[in-house]
């Protein structure tokens, strides 16, 4: 329950109310131990809070240290060491690769073809 939902018209707390609230949490009538645990759990869950929202925040800069800004250094050194010549030769799609992609082409044509025949077929 929210406290303020306790506070009378002045904005007093009920003492009954607010012992109420607070065994709701497990404070009160128990030993110094079992006090100081649910305080220990006060503390840890309110620490998670903060440490989970750090790490979500702090994510995203560690990913950009450890994976993309080695991966830009190491692309940006072999930008400067390869020729334009071995470039036209890296970038040069492969004949088997050319042929295949050809015949794809020319079946896709055909497949194309074959369809507006059928439209035309049906439309009529």
């Keep these: 329950a929210k406290l303020s939902k306790l506070q009378d018209r002045?904005?007093?707390?009920?003492?009954?109310?607010?012992?109420?609230?607070?065994?709701?949490f497990g404070v009160g009538g128990q030993s110094v131990e079992e006090a100081a645990a649910v305080?220990?759990?006060?503390?840890?869950?309110?620490?998670?809070k903060v440490a989970s929202k750090?790490?979500?925040?702090e994510m995203p800069k560690v990913v950009n240290s450890i994976l993309i800004v080695p991966v830009l250094e190491q692309v940006r050194s072999l930008q400067t060491q390869v020729t334009d010549?071995?470039?036209?030769?890296m970038m040069?799609?492969?004949?088997?690769v050319a042929s295949k992609r050809a015949a794809l082409e020319d079946s896709t044509k055909v497949l194309r073809e074959s369809v507006n025949v059928l439209k035309e077929l049906f439309q009529n």
Excluded: N, W
């Design 92 to 96: 040069k799609e492969d004949t088997s």
């Design 10 to 24: 002045s904005g007093k707390v009920d003492h009954a109310a607010m012992l109420a609230v607070l065994a709701s």
């Design 39 to 48: 305080e220990m759990e006060f503390r840890l869950a309110a620490y998670l």
């Design 85 to 89: 010549s071995q470039l036209d030769v």
């Design 54 to 57: 750090r790490i979500i925040d």
